[in-house]
Each structure stands twice: as structure tokens, then as C-alpha cells.
């Protein structure tokens, strides 16, 4: 059975909308769990061992957690924030607190390449620690974290499609739908197709970023 344009069409917008409200959300909370992991660590402008300890091991379980069993493991969690388990809207709900973490240790990661030496100038400046991180640590890092999101966002969008395995919608749902359970080999096709396309395009954009900001810095 073959689907139609629009049907396509609809899943592709689905999936943009899954991934772009996801990344949103995500985004937000990974950097501030990102940037809470590098500046209260032993050492750092605001080091404080106990908030260390706690965000550290939260962000550890939820990235530990394989993104189909967090979609299922906290269906009641989704069902009191939208009122529902299935459908794409429900899914921002997994999918945020999935690429959340994620992202926050690729924002860790890429925070800590900072020079040390430039924090150290910063302090002898006088700099307060919110002026260390908004004016000194997130700049220098800016191309590096441009990377990082990249990353996320191609991460993201795969998990899109594994959200379709239990009606979140999107292209995954229609590949299961009408290519897996209907023997459609040409929907599967072009379902893939097009999320190599998403990739690509995201990828391309990425480095172009990182290019441009590198120069720049």
C-alpha cells in the first residue's frame, strides 16, 4: 500500500514540530544543567560539592535510560502535563526530558575546553561569576556548543522516530504504520529518505555555524 503526499507531508511536519519544540525545552534545560555542572565542580566559580552531587547522578539516570523505556516509563507523568499519552504533543514531553540531559553533558563538555587561563584573567578583572559565564565562559565556548546542539538535534530527530512506535506521530509512526505492519517497502523508502535529508541539512548548518563563530572568536 502506498501513502499519499499529504500523508507525508503531515508526518514531516509533525516530526519538525516534535523536534523543534523538543529542542527548545531541552535546550534551555541541558544548558542550565550544562553550565550548574561546570561551575559548582572543585574549583570553579561557584563551586559547591552538594549541588554537584545531586545534579551529577540525576542527569547520569536519565541518560542511562534508553528512550523507548522513558517514553513508556513515565506515560502517567506525560498524561498530567497534556492530558494525554499518545500523539505528538505528548511526546515533547519524553523527548525533552530524554535530549535534556544529553544535552547538558555536551554543553559540560564542551564548557570545561575553556582555557583555564581566561577564567583566571576574568577572577584577577574582578568579574562577578555571572559575568565569568555570560561574558567570558559561554563565548569562547559558543562554537563548541554550536556543535554540541548539532549533535543533540540529529539525536533528537532519531528519537522522533522511535516515538512513532507507540503514536507519537511523525515519519517513525508512519514507517511502522503503513511500511512495517503493511509491507509498504516504498514508504519505508522515502522515510528514510527524508530523515537522512533532515540530518544532512542539520548537519550542514551546524558546521557552517561552528565555522563562522570560530572565525569570529
Do not use: C
Amino acid at each position: 500500500m502506498e501513502v499519499s503526499a499529504d500523508l507525508i507531508l503531515n508526518a514531516l511536519w509533525e516530526t519538525l514540530y516534535m523536534v523543534s519544540i523538543s529542542l527548545f525545552f531541552g535546550g534551555l534545560l541541558g544548558l542550565f544543567l550544562g553550565i550548574l555542572l561546570v561551575v559548582t565542580r572543585k574549583g570553579h566559580v561557584l563551586e559547591n560539592k552538594w549541588i554537584f552531587s545531586f545534579v551529577n547522578p540525576i542527569v547520569n539516570v536519565f541518560r542511562s535510560i534508553p528512550f523507548i523505556i522513558l517514553l513508556v516509563a513515565i506515560i502517567p507523568f506525560t498524561r498530567l502535563i497534556v492530558g494525554t499519552s499518545i500523539g505528538t504533543t505528548a511526546a515533547i514531553v519524553p523527548l525533552v526530558l530524554y535530549i535534556g540531559p544529553y544535552i547538558s553533558r555536551l554543553v559540560e563538555n564542551s564548557l570545561l575546553e575553556v582555557d583555564e587561563g581566561i577564567i583566571e584573567a576574568a577572577k584577577a578583572m574582578g568579574a562577578t561569576p555571572l559575568q565569568i559565564m555570560t561574558k567570558f565562559l559561554i563565548p569562547e565556548a559558543f562554537a563548541s556548543l554550536v556543535l554540541s546542539i548539532t549533535t543533540a538535534t540529529i539525536g533528537l530527530v532519531g528519537a522522533t522516530a522511535m516515538a512513532g512506535a507507540i503514536g507519537g506521530g511523525g515519519l517513525g509512526d508512519v514507517a511502522i504504520s503503513y511500511g512495517y505492519q503493511r509491507f509498504s517497502t516504498i514508504t519505508i523508502l522515502v522515510t528514510v529518505v527524508i530523515l537522512v535529508l533532515i540530518v544532512q541539512g542539520v548537519q550542514t548548518i551546524g558546521n557552517l555555524l561552528e565555522r563562522k563563530f570560530r572565525r569570529v572568536n
